[in-house]
Each structure stands twice: as structure tokens, then as C-alpha cells.
């Protein structure tokens, strides 16, 4: 199963959400696919442009894809850890903290860059 939007705004994304929730049964996995849904995705269409969200389910995972033609991802943004100087740095102005906090609530986080488009790629096992 397959749900699919372009132009991302708030109500859109609140729209997918209602839709993840209509399907999803587990109260952890729903409030993991919030967090993702929503830092991802507002950071999508805050900072790209021709934003789009496609969501796949499947019996085992479901896998969240988010693409823009926005400036790329900075790469220390990127490769935040729980021991890494940035972090605290993050927690002071904010950059690449969402990022952080996703990587660490999903099962699978990639980032790539393609065709001057970020696409982010997660996913949560069910």
C-alpha cells in the first residue's frame, strides 16, 4: 500500500498522518512516525521546494520517503551522534538536531543527494 503527496504544507502533512494512524495499530510505532513525519516533513517544506512524502506499508516495515530540490543537508547536520562535539552544539542553535533525534527512532535512516533533490529515506519495522 502506497500514500503519495506533493506540495507539502501542515495540513497535508496532518492529512498523511491521519491516514498512517487509520492503518497503524501500535501506539509507539504511531507516535515514532509522528516525530518523523513531522520533522521531516516541515523541514522539507521549509527549507526546499517541490517537496513531496510517499509512505509504503508493508507486512513487516513501513518505509517513509522524503524528497526536495532544496540546498543539500549539511553534512554535520548529518552525522550527529550521542558523542559528538556538534550535538551540544546542535542543542544550542538547533541545526541538525530533528535529524538526530529520527535517526535514533527509526530502524533505517539514508540520505542521498541526486539529481539536485535531498531524499530521505526511513524506515520502522511494524
Known amino acids: 500500500m502506497k500514500y503519495s503527496v506533493e506540495d507539502l504544507n501542515i ?17 509507539n510505532l504511531i507516535f515514532k512516525l509522528q516525530m518523523a ?9 521549509k527549507y526546499g521546494k517541490k517537496s513531496k512524502l510517499h509512505i509504503y506499508f ?5 518505509h517513509l520517503q522524503v524528497e526536495n530540490s532544496g540546498n543539500p543537508i549539511p553534512k554535520e547536520y548529518l552525522e550527529l551522534n550521542d558523542d559528538n562535539f556538534f550535538l551540544s552544539q546542535s542543542l544550542s542553535r538547533g541545526g541538525g538536531l530533528g535529524l538526530h533525534i529520527i535517526k535514533n527512532l527509526c ?3 539514508n540520505y542521498i543527494r541526486k539529481e539536485e533533490k535531498n531524499i530521505i529515506s526511513i524506515k520502522f519495522k511494524k
Open 37 to 45: 513525519v513531522d520533522e521531516i516533513g516541515s523541514n522539507s517544506f
Open 11 to 27: 495540513e497535508k502533512l496532518k492529512n498523511a498522518m491521519e491516514f498512517v494512524k487509520s492503518i497503524v495499530n501500535d501506539n
Open 58 to 62: 508493508n507486512n513487516e516495515e513501513i
Open 107 to 109: 530502524d533505517d535512516f
